[in-house]
Nanobody, 128 residues
Framework: QVQLVESGGGLVQAGGSLRLSCAASGRTFSSYTMGWFRQAPGKEREFVAAMRWSGGITSYYADSVKGRFTISRDNAKSTVYLQMNSLKPEDTAVYYC????????????????????WGQGTQVTVSS
């Protein structure tokens, strides 16, 4: 069983920054693929970013956040981060972190079905 706890959400003006954190339990955190997703009201949950271990760490981003968001991890703290810069009102959503403990294919890491565990979510609101 893996537990994920997000923090760091809040209200920020457009152009501002926030850093989300996701603390994970689990003895083999360093081998997990960790992802961030978001869900705006009335919309489906969508992929934001992921970090996968396969002989080295590789990061993946949705086109909508590429160049503005950065995913990182601290394996010693079993924590994954999402640094969000140049925030836009359309980034407003509940942000969820997720863990794929089986390191599934790159082809599916942007889909919700690839993840085994989810956090409770943290609200990010960007005002214009």
């Amino acid at each position: 069983q893996v537990q994920l706890v997000e923090s760091g959400g809040g209200l920020v003006q457009a152009g501002g920054s926030l850093r989300l954190s996701c603390a994970a339990s689990g003895r083999t955190f360093s081998s997990y693929t960790m992802g961030w997703f978001r869900q705006a009201p009335g919309k489906e949950r969508e992929f934001v970013a992921a970090m996968r271990w396969s002989g080295g760490i590789t990061s993946y981003y949705a086109d909508s956040v590429k160049g503005r968001f950065t995913i990182s991890r601290d394996n010693a703290k079993s924590t994954v981060y999402l640094q969000m810069n140049s925030l836009k009102p359309e980034d407003t959503a509940v942000y969820y972190c997720a863990a794929d403990i089986l390191s599934r294919s790159i082809a599916v890491l942007s889909t919700t079905r690839a993840y085994d565990y989810w956090g409770q979510g943290t609200q990010v609101t960007v005002s214009s």
